[in-house]
């Protein structure tokens, strides 16, 4: 099947979408808690996911493009912003990376926009790793088929392209 993925797609895209695959998840986590990122990437990475910490946008940001991040779980409140920040961020940058966002429950009359607004999903405090590691596995394939698709749906426009451009070279001549 790998093969098959390759011969459709630019060699970047292949290998990023392969790796990705393969290599488990690149997860950014954006929060200004070090407890909470601490014990949840030890958590996390027994199972193939890699958590880097981000204090700001900014850095979740840097961090997404440096790692080749599929998802991004934010708090609802971080040094430089609020969850709706990072939902737009990912929007305008990241519209391939899944968020999700983690949420106290007296947030809940603020969170029923959120996945309206973009979010994946929404998790409740407290954080139950057995119902956020199956979700930034679904966020994470659910961008891996996002990409895979809009590759091969580039590489049919350029196909359709070459097609065209040739016909209209052999009727000019």
Do not use: Y
């Not at 890699?50 to 940001?61: K, P, Y």
């Amino acid at each position: 099947m790998d093969r098959q993925i390759s011969s459709s797609m630019a060699p970047a895209e292949t290998e990023s979408g392969i790796a990705s695959r393969c290599g488990g998840v690149d997860c950014v986590f954006l929060s200004c808690f070090d407890h909470n990122v601490l014990f949840l990437a030890s958590m996390l990475g027994q199972g193939g996911i890699r958590l880097h910490r981000a204090h700001t946008v900014e850095m979740a940001d840097f961090l997404l493009l440096a790692t080749h991040g599929t998802v991004l779980v934010t708090d609802t409140t971080f040094l430089d912003g609020s969850w709706e920040d990072a939902l737009a961020m990912t929007a305008q940058v990241h519209p391939l990376v899944a968020t999700l966002i983690c949420a106290d429950l007296v947030d809940r009359e603020f969170m029923a926009s959120a996945q309206e607004r973009g979010a994946f999903d929404v998790l409740w405090r407290p954080i139950e790793l057995e119902r956020l590691r199956p979700s930034i596995w679904t966020a994470h394939e659910v961008t891996v088929e996002r990409r895979l698709w809009l590759a091969e749906r580039e590489h049919q426009c350029r196909s359709n392209q070459h097609s065209v451009s040739g016909f209209r070279l052999e009727t000019v001549k």
